[in-house]
């Protein structure tokens, strides 16, 4: 009886190949550490001009990086609420250092499939501009998408892609910054 119980385990083992459920629960936390390239794509004004088909505006800033950590809670299997800390740097053609510090609340929505998680998210925050003598405080839109690997029940290593809409407003002088980021991620869950 017991060979007979231990030859059928692996037939029984393989119904649950391919999509998996979440092993998360309402209460369960993540937090991640990100660091990675930030990509200047392009800027325009309040009249659109700058948009690369309309009227190229490169934003003449150099590649530049980008860091920061993340934490989140589960308020479903399969959705967590959480917040972002960042910085990022670029330098222009004069040297000059463009500094951004966003404070982000997003939601993602994770599609597992075990042993892979892709979770897509929406940020919505505050981002502290400076360069050179000049500051702002923008709004920033960050919709994403990553891709990690489930180590065990703890860790997670993946990469993220983000976009950034940086929207500047000041007295008639509005400017919208278009920009990309690509990080390495290591996420513990907890």
Same mark, same amino acid.
């Given at each position: 009886?017991? +060979?007979?119980?231990?030859?059928?385990? =692996? %037939? *029984?083992? $393989?119904?649950?190949? !391919?999509?998996?459920?979440?092993?998360?629960?309402?209460?369960?936390?993540?937090?991640?550490?990100n660091a990675g390239m930030f990509v200047p794509l392009f800027l325009f004004d &309040?009249?659109?001009?700058?948009? @690369? *088909?309309?009227?190229?505006? @490169? @934003?003449?800033?150099? +590649?530049?990086? %980008?860091?920061?950590?993340?934490?989140? $809670?589960? /308020?479903?299997?399969?959705?967590?609420?959480?917040?972002?800390?960042?910085?990022? #740097?670029?330098?222009? =053609?004069?040297?000059?250092? +463009?500094?951004?510090?966003?404070?982000? %609340?997003?939601? $993602?929505? /994770?599609?597992?499939?075990?042993? *892979?998680?892709? @979770?897509?998210?929406?940020?919505?925050?505050?981002?502290?501009?400076?360069?050179?003598?000049?500051?702002?405080?923008?709004?920033?839109?960050?919709?994403?998408?990553?891709?990690?690997?489930?180590?065990?029940?703890?860790?997670?290593?993946?990469? &993220?892609?983000?976009?950034?809409?940086?929207?500047?407003?000041?007295?008639?002088?509005?400017?919208? !910054? &278009? *920009?990309?980021? #690509?990080?390495?991620?290591? +996420?513990?869950?907890?």
């Amino acid at each position: 009886m017991l +060979l007979l119980a231990c030859t059928a385990a =692996p %037939v *029984f083992a $393989a119904d649950n190949a !391919g999509a998996a459920a979440s092993q998360y629960a309402l209460g369960d936390q993540t937090m991640s550490i990100n660091a990675g390239m930030f990509v200047p794509l392009f800027l325009f004004d &309040n009249n659109f001009s700058g948009i @690369p *088909f309309l009227g190229h505006n @490169p @934003p003449q800033l150099t +590649l530049g990086a %980008v860091g920061s950590l993340s934490w989140a $809670a589960y /308020v479903t299997p399969q959705i967590r609420l959480g917040v972002d800390i960042a910085g990022n #740097f670029t330098l222009s =053609p004069n040297a000059n250092v +463009l500094l951004m510090l966003p404070f982000v %609340v997003k939601a $993602a929505y /994770v599609f597992t499939f075990y042993p *892979f998680e892709v @979770p897509l998210s929406f940020g919505i925050g505050m981002n502290i501009v400076k360069y050179t003598t000049l500051s702002s405080i923008d709004l920033l839109l960050r919709p994403g998408a990553s891709f990690y690997w489930i180590y065990n029940s703890s860790w997670s290593f993946g990469a &993220n892609l983000l976009y950034w809409f940086d929207m500047q407003f000041s007295s008639g002088n509005e400017r919208y !910054g &278009n *920009f990309l980021e #690509f990080s390495l991620s290591a +996420l513990y869950h907890f």
